[in-house]
């Protein structure tokens, strides 16, 4: 099987740009069939002050009005998702933007209301992932570029989680490529002690996260990241990292840095 990444990009190095740009440089460089899935929160909630839509989040998970998803389609989909497209080209790398709804690549539903109403947030249809479209853009050469919008197929966007799109992605094509998945921020990786960099967790298990979890040492933001980590690996995918995006991108292809989840 050929070897194949899913990177998954957010926090401060997709909100600052010169660190935006050494990342795009290094995703570039990797030779290898690359699919490159970001977010773009901080900047959607900043364009969003300027145009009075006030951000509201629970759990660390935006909740989706109908003002928001106009605002996130505009950011997501349009400004972030185009202007990596555009660094990536000027670096001969051949990009693709695309959102859920480009040849219906992340079919979605809408989050069923329960204790919270989650508004227009979608949950991937894994059964209903056209892989036949993913495999055509990666044995062309084409690089896709993926914004966290998903669609529910009758004519709605949905803001769905980037960390579980590069996960979804990562499993669904497990089943034609060798997967590794991986998760770039900031932190050098998994901290046992969030104020401490130095304190990362090079190998992460589920007791290690149980623990972790139950003495609350972990910081919200991560969760949603192990979480899918752990699908990812249960579900096939060969070996998930997460840490910093220079770190990660440089020795892609050589040793292991970051934290491995097992």
């Known amino acids: 099987?050929?070897?194949l990444f899913v990177i998954k990009i957010g926090g401060n190095v997709i909100d600052e740009k010169d660190s935006l740009q050494l990342f795009l440089h290094d995703f570039a460089g990797i030779k290898a069939k690359k699919i490159l899935v970001h977010g773009g929160g901080k900047i959607a909630t900043k364009i969003g002050d300027q145009l009075g839509i006030v951000s509201t989040?629970?759990?660390?998970?935006?909740?989706?009005?109908?003002?928001?998803?106009d605002l996130?389609?505009?950011v997501y989909g349009g400004l972030v998702n185009k202007k990596i497209v555009a660094a990536l080209q000027s670096r001969a790398c051949n990009a693709i933007g695309?959102?859920?709804a480009d040849a219906n690549c992340l079919p979605a539903t809408k989050r069923p209301v329960k204790e919270i109403d989650y508004g227009f947030t979608g949950d991937i249809d894994t059964s209903r992932l056209a892989l036949t479209s993913w495999h055509l853009f990666l044995e062309q050469g084409l690089v896709p570029v993926v914004a966290p919008l998903t669609h529910d197929g009758h004519g709605h966007m949905l803001n769905t989680n980037a960390d579980t799109i590069a996960a979804s992605l990562a499993i669904s094509l497990s089943k034609v490529y060798e997967v590794r998945l991986?998760?770039?921020f900031e932190k050098k990786g998994v901290l046992e002690e969030v104020e401490d960099n130095t304190?990362?967790?090079r190998?992460?298990?589920?007791?290690?996260?149980?623990?972790l979890v139950q003495e609350k040492r972990l910081f919200e933001g991560i969760l949603p990241k192990i979480d899918n980590a752990f699908d990812a690996i249960d579900k096939g995918v060969k070996e998930v990292l997460i840490g910093d995006a220079k770190d990660l991108l440089r020795n892609v292809t050589k040793e292991t840095v970051g934290t491995l989840i097992i």
Do not use: A, F, P
């Open 199 to 201: 304190s990362v967790i």
């Open 182 to 184: 991986i998760y770039c």
């Open 72 to 74: 996130v389609t505009m």
């Open 203 to 211: 190998l992460m298990d589920k007791k290690i996260y149980s623990r």
């Open 98 to 100: 695309l959102t859920g």
């Open 57 to 69: 989040y629970v759990n660390g998970r935006r909740i989706t009005d109908e003002h928001t998803i």
């Open 1 to 3: 099987m050929q070897q």
